[in-house]
């Protein structure tokens, strides 16, 4: 076989690798964020925590790994919005004024009978602090 020959098997071979692992990676399942252990926390805990020491917090509270910490945070209800993808979320009180706690629900599983000043009970997954402390993928705790 002649050098380019070689070369183009090579390089079909690897975007052959690369597209099996990569289409495994994309269909992988999530892990839901009611199975398991779930760290126990208060919006107004959880905000105050990133508030205070956020190196702290994302060690405590963000997983290193998809799914490998969850947190179940409880709070009052201070706005109900949808993001540019449709999904629905909260804002929980905290002892801030403008930010909060913001849960992003996963499509479907949003609280139906969710109003302003109601207290919830979510499980989902800390991404740490952007203004809000945002927590996604959602579910509520029955």
Known sequence: MSKISVLLISILIILGVGGVIGYKMWNKPFKDPLQGDAIKVTAMLLFNDFSANEAAAQKKYVPE???DKKVEVTGEIK????????????????TDEIF?????????????NAKIGNNITVRGFCDGLNSD??????????
């Open 65 to 67: 790994k998809l799914g």
């Open 79 to 94: 706005d109900i919005e949808k993001n540019d993808d449709d999904e629905t979320y909260y804002i929980l009180k905290t």
């Open 100 to 112: 909060g706690v913001k849960c992003v629900m996963d499509k479907g599983h949003e609280i139906t």
């Open 133 to 142: 402390v945002i927590v996604n993928r959602c579910k509520p705790v029955k």
